[in-house]
């Protein structure tokens, strides 16, 4: 039987298989390590971590909804020094691939955080997620806008150093994600992630309320696969040559090659973990069988296939 070449890169670095966990949706990997070691998947993408310690939004904070799930946590988390002290040593004891996820309200928040991460040994790339409010900005999304979105890849590769792949999270809540995409590839990121969950709401209709105290969440899980798998397509076409993170709804391997044939150079997990903690590691196996069944032994071959030809 062939054997199949699973690895990926995302700028200089390396992943020996493309399956990693979503932001968000498996804190920093203690919980899953009681169900499989974490160096069996590409590696962990730790959630959005920002300055300070945040308690996050009031309950009820998450509502299920047809195929998805809306949440509206509000970053909840320690904070960078608490994450630096107790987080990473105890993801590098576990010999995990780290991918921290970093969040801020400010421009110079994510420059903070990228000058507090320039030296940490052990991580593999940051991921920017920028689907986040600008409090200096009437609120404004960074993602929705290219000028803001420069603003805070520019922060933080000033501040990052060194070779320190930069993955800018986008949001899918715009007219025209190539835009916002070819502003950050011009502003110096080494890969994307697509895409963050989609704003949405539900009404209770017995309260006759929102079901989230927070009114708005976001909306992932496989009712936005197909957003995902449009938004980089559409990414992929325009800049070939940049690696793409996908997510969004895989809940298994074959939903996961959906992605790679659209162009992405890995994909995250996240909905599906909360039903099935091993989810991760069975998208990793369905996925491997799928690409050996179509004669693929180089991952690589995969990404983008959908595009050939066309
Ligand atoms: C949250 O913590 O509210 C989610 C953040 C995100 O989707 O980027």
């Not at 959906?258 to 973990?273: N, P, R």
């Amino acid at each position: 039987m062939s054997s199949l070449d699973f690895s990926t890169k995302i700028g200089s670095k390396r992943f020996s298989n493309p399956i990693f966990t979503a932001s968000g949706c498996a804190s920093s990997g203690q919980e899953l390590s009681q169900f499989f070691p974490l160096t069996e998947i590409g590696a962990i993408v730790t959630k959005s971590i920002m300055t300070k310690a945040r308690t996050g939004r009031a309950t009820p904070r998450m509502a299920e909804t047809p195929s998805g799930m809306l949440n509206s946590i509000g970053l909840q988390g320690p904070g960078i020094d608490a994450f630096l002290e107790n987080d990473i040593p105890w993801l590098v004891s576990n010999s995990a691939k780290i991918i921290v996820s970093i969040a801020g309200e400010t421009v110079d928040e994510y420059g903070v955080l990228a000058r507090r991460l320039r030296a940490v040994p052990g991580i593999s790339a940051v991921e920017v997620n920028i689907s986040c409010p600008n409090v200096e900005n009437r609120g404004q999304v960074f993602a929705c806008h290219p000028d803001t979105a420069i603003a805070v890849i520019e922060s933080v590769r000033r501040n990052i150093g060194g070779e320190l792949p930069i993955i800018a999270k986008l949001s899918p809540d715009v007219t025209n994600i190539v835009e916002i995409a070819q502003s950050v590839i011009n502003a110096g990121v080494d890969g994307l992630a697509l895409i963050n969950t989609l704003l949405g709401m539900v009404i209770d209709t017995n309260t006759m309320k929102p079901k989230l105290a927070g009114k708005t969440g976001g909306l992932s899980g496989p009712a936005i696969r197909p957003v995902a798998v449009r938004a980089i397509y559409q990414v992929h076409q325009a800049f070939p040559n940049t690696p793409i993170v996908g997510m969004g709804g895989v809940a298994s391997g074959r939903d996961a090659f959906e992605l790679v044939l659209a162009g992405a150079s890995a994909v995250s997990i996240g909905t599906a973990t909360f039903g099935n903690p091993t989810a991760v590691l069975q998208i990793r196996d369905q996925l491997s069988e799928l690409l050996l069944e179509k004669g693929i032994t180089d991952f690589r071959d995969a990404i983008g296939f959908a595009h050939r030809g066309v």
